[in-house]
Nanobody, 118 residues
Framework: QVQLVESGGGLVQAGGSLRLSCAAS????????RGWYRQAPGKQRELVAT???????NYADSVKGRFTISRDNTKNTVDLQMNSLKPEDTAIYYC????????????WGQGTQVTVSS
């Protein structure tokens, strides 16, 4: 089992920045990839960014050039640096992890709210 806890959400004006962090505990040795997803009101959950154990990063087109995913293996954390935020980035952001090579993520954090005002 893997436990994930997010931190760092909040309210920011458009054009501002926020940094989210996700701490993992439990069977972290089994994790093959970690990522961030988000869900806006009335919409489906969508991928934001992922990073594999080999350091391969993947971003949604809507955040490329503005968001950066990074990890610190000594702290078992994965961060999401969000710059040039837009009101459409408003959502609950979820940290995720998986322990296999299929696209499905198995473990999820409780979510952290990000609100971008115009």
């Amino acid at each position: 089992q893997v436990q994930l806890v997010e931190s760092g959400g909040g309210l920011v004006q458009a054009g501002g920045s926020l940094r989210l962090s996700c701490a993992a505990s439990g069977s972290i040795f089994s994790i093959t990839a970690r990522g961030w997803y988000r869900q806006a009101p009335g919409k489906q959950r969508e991928l934001v960014a992922t990073i594999t154990n080999g350091g391969i990063r993947n971003y949604a087109d809507s955040v490329k050039g503005r968001f950066t995913i990074s990890r610190d293996n000594t702290k078992n954390t994965v961060d999401l640096q969000m710059n040039s935020l837009k009101p459409e980035d408003t959502a609950i952001y979820y940290c995720a992890a998986k322990t296999h090579d299929t696209p499905r993520y198995d473990y999820w954090g409780q979510g952290t709210q990000v609100t971008v005002s115009s």
